[in-house]
């Protein structure tokens, strides 16, 4: 595709993606917060839907007035987004603050390789958003030092358990298919490949397997159905912030400042969603193995 689509096509594409699959993703936050128990009472969905809010709120606030801390916010909690998501067997074997850093590494390594291979664009969204200049050798210091961590970590879990090996066979040949895609691909592309089939698409599965039990196509529908106002608001608010500051710098900030303020709240109720599965599996096999032993 990247051979035969034009840049500006796949420019256009890659946002079609990231607005549709990639918002959707993260519209039915409401609803795994009531399946989570975080909405623990019918009574207490508005006041849960004003905290979500203001979060939110903040997120766009602390990305307005103080773009800096807010863009590395948005680096690390996306990146630990990425590798939760990738990474979610490791929690049936190792400590819970090991598994946490080692998703936050492996979801660094991906942004850092994304950002080396396009350092030149990269250097220019950051200086619009945050008026300071970050130079692209810096981008390939941090992988360099950050692969070495994740080389040690990865052959730590590799020679501790059998059972995660093909795991991490799978996950390094998907790094070097992401290199490959990221340095034949725009950026915007690149990242709307890896972001749509190797983390939204999978998080929709499982949240909808969370929420209904199993994945089928009604139980799709019924996501897709339950989620589509959340997503149609998400994506008037960009189309009216668009067509505002279109001409001018000030909507890169915007854009990225709307982006992680969603992004937030997101990571928050996934990472709780994870817990409760993990938690109730859990609880499953120990109720399973009881019952052997009776």
Known sequence: MDSFLDK??????????????????????????????????????????????????????????????????????????????????????????LVYVFQLLYGLILLLLLFTIHSKEVEKIILNITNSIIPGHNFKTLLYFFGIVFICLTSYFYWKTKRIRKKIHLEIFHLLIFAIIFKSSSLIWGFAIYFILWHSIPSIIDQVKYIEGNFSIKHFITYCKSAWIYWFISIIGMIILYSIFKDKHLFNALFFSFLAAITFPHVIVITHMFIKKNTQKNRAISDSVGISKK
């Open 8 to 97: 500006n096509f796949q420019v256009l594409l890659g946002f079609l993606l990231i607005f549709s699959f990639g918002i959707l993703h993260g519209a039915n936050d409401l609803v795994i917060m009531k399946k989570s128990t975080l909405i623990k009472h019918p009574n207490s969905i508005l006041k849960s839907i004003g905290s979500y809010l203001m979060v939110v709120l903040i997120g766009i606030l602390v990305f307005f007035f103080f773009p800096q801390i807010a863009l590395f916010l948005f680096i690390i909690v996306s990146a630990y987004h990425f590798g939760e998501q990738q990474w979610q067997i490791l929690q049936n074997y190792f400590s819970k603050w």
